[in-house]
């Protein structure tokens, strides 16, 4: 049963939870899993609101843009896999920049990024950590997204 929803992030939906396996942005999670709960009884938990959002965001730079096509959605997802395999450099993390703008402008519940940070990531020369601060539409506060990271390098 979906969780009560005050009126104020109604508009940001609700879906299932995701657990990230890993801190780096790549395809692999799984179902959220409840806590304490023996493996037989786990059952799928329910995020909505800002949280929802969050998530919404991470799947949607996940998700190769077109990938979706077949199912009506030619426009959803990003072009930040174009960049795995590339040198991390400055010119690399502006695109990199510009793949997430262009994929949160996409997003109809985001009405600006308040902020976006690509940098290096230390120790790694292949790594970028990313954060983001985003205003959904209709809110007042800010959510924030990471930081996670990206491997460009294979």
Not at 73 to 83: A, C, K, Q, T
Request: glycine share 4%; charged share 25%; aromatic share 4%.
């Amino acid at each position: 049963m979906p969780s009560f929803r005050p009126p104020s992030t109604a508009h940001l939906l609700c879906d299932i939870a995701i657990h990230a396996v890993h801190r780096e942005l790549r395809p692999v999670y799984r179902p959220s899993e409840t806590a304490r709960r023996p493996r037989s009884a786990w059952d799928l938990v329910a995020r909505d609101g800002l949280e929802n959002l969050a998530q919404a965001v991470i799947l949607r730079l996940l998700t190769p843009r077109g990938e979706l096509a077949a199912l009506g959605h030619p426009d959803y997802g990003s072009r930040v896999h174009e960049l795995i395999g590339r040198e991390n450099d400055s010119p690399r993390r502006n695109l990199l920049r510009l793949f997430i703008l262009e994929a949160l402008k996409a997003e109809p519940r985001i009405d600006k990024v308040a902020e976006l940070r690509v940098e290096p990531s230390p120790g790694s020369r292949s790594t970028v950590d990313v954060l983001l601060r985003v205003k959904p539409v209709a809110a007042t506060e800010l959510v924030t997204i990471g930081p996670f990271s990206i491997e460009l390098a294979v």
